[in-house]
């Protein structure tokens, strides 16, 4: 199933399995996708969050962070959580094609279901932050 709503972020494609979304935008397979999710509980049963970093992660708002090479992001407080709190978490990726700028065109004929909210128009808008984080440091990365 693949889902297309206005993220955090910019509008996205969104999926139990990072293959489909692979395929709607014509991407490597092997390349990662961002997974999201709303509670800190569920980050945590996926990954282990270095403790130096936990409360920095929790806080962030519109940031990517990987860990141990799979990104993850936690989103709150926009309308995107609201959509986003049915599931455990979701694989997301920008709903455009491969290397390409975002269409309207393309995104709604991708997409199986589009999620609409009453202020909230699909559009491109700045990608979040990255952060690559160890046990040790943290590197800005975009």
Not at 10 to 37: C, S, Y
Request: hydrophobic share 40%; aromatic share 10%; glycine share 2%.
């Amino acid at each position: 199933m693949l889902y297309l709503a206005q993220t955090d972020t910019t509008a996205g494609f969104l999926a139990h399995n990072p293959d489909t979304i692979a395929r709607a935008k014509n991407r490597e397979t092997n390349k990662p996708f961002v997974w999201t999710t709303t509670r800190l509980s569920n980050l945590r049963a996926v990954m282990r969050v270095p403790k130096k970093f936990a409360t920095r992660v929790r806080k962030s708002r519109r940031c990517t962070f990987i860990i141990r090479n799979r990104a993850v992001r936690l989103v709150a407080d926009c309308p995107h959580a609201g959509f986003l709190q049915r599931f455990a978490g979701l694989f997301s990726s920008s709903a455009n094609k491969s290397g390409e700028k975002f269409c309207i065109d393309f995104a709604l004929r991708s997409a199986r279901i589009c999620v609409f909210e009453r202020d909230n128009l699909l559009c491109e808008r700045t990608p979040s932050k990255i952060y690559r984080l160890n046990h040790y440091a943290i590197k800005r990365i975009r």
